[in-house]
């Protein structure tokens, strides 16, 4: 049995089941939902994303209307029951690293009562601004120095080495780590868990097909296993 464990997570299509940024434009304005479609090749992702909520902006799409988007999004049942009784039972710290951005993730913890669940969250900053602007920048500056991930992870931040920075910082040192991802993003992270950690990977999105390719590759080294429902990653969660 660990003494002290750490569960991290990713939060699109890991904590809730939808992708927050593409969410909230599928509820409000699809077409701007197609434009970023057609544009995620050409354009940095967090900044992609930047430039549609300033399009919405300007066309009406209101802080409320955001706001609303976020607090229906789909998000299982069981993820809260199985967070909330991992929690509960003492042992365990939780940190989430996701591409997402501060404001959706607060918005949306908020709403299901899990706003004290995470010691820290790692993502994108975002304010609001007076006039009801969601306004989005990179964690890492595009400006300034850049991080130095050969994995495959975005610009706007490295899950890999933002992990190891907080583990420093956090300064604790855990008996085991559980991953919980599905992302192509979640797979630089991953290479850093060691024998004893579990990577918990969805079997849709970009991971669990990362892992095939170039598991071994990499020297992925702990174990892995496998959910798509969130009963399933409760069922995992009840046995740590
Ligand atoms: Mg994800």
């Not at 049995?1 to 927050?20: G, H, K, N, P």
């Not at 939902?33 to 909520?53: G, H, I």
């Not at 988007?69 to 039972?89: E, F």
Request: hydrophobic share 35%.
């Amino acid at each position: 049995m660990a003494e002290r464990q750490l569960v991290i997570f990713d939060f699109d299509w890991s904590m809730a089941d939808q992708d927050t940024d593409r969410w909230i434009f599928e509820v409000h304005a699809p077409d701007i939902r197609r434009k970023m479609e057609d544009l995620e090749s050409s354009v940095q992702w967090t900044d992609l994303m930047a430039q549609s909520l300033r399009e919405g902006h300007e066309r009406g799409m209101t802080r409320q209307d955001i706001e609303h988007a976020l607090k229906v999004i789909p998000y299982h049942p069981a993820m809260i029951r199985a967070v909330t009784n991992l929690k509960s039972r003492g042992k365990t710290t939780f940190l989430c690293l996701s591409n997402a951005n501060s404001v959706f993730i607060s918005t949306i913890l908020k709403e299901k009562s899990l706003d004290t669940l995470f010691q820290e969250i790692v993502t994108n900053p975002a304010e609001w601004d007076e006039s009801g602007l969601l306004k989005l920048r990179r964690r890492i500056d595009p400006d300034g120095p850049q991080h130095n991930c050969k994995i495959g992870c975005g610009p706007n931040m490295c899950k890999g080495e933002e992990l190891d920075a907080f583990l420093a910082r956090d300064g604790n040192g855990y008996d085991r780590m559980i991953y919980v991802g599905d992302g192509s993003n979640d797979f630089c992270p991953s290479l850093h868990l060691r024998s004893q950690d579990i990577l918990c990977c969805r079997t849709f999105g970009g991971l669990p097909k990362r892992i095939a390719r170039d598991g071994e590759k990499f020297g992925l080294k702990c174990q892995v296993k496998y959910w798509t429902g969130a009963w399933e990653l409760e069922e995992i969660f009840n046995t740590l």
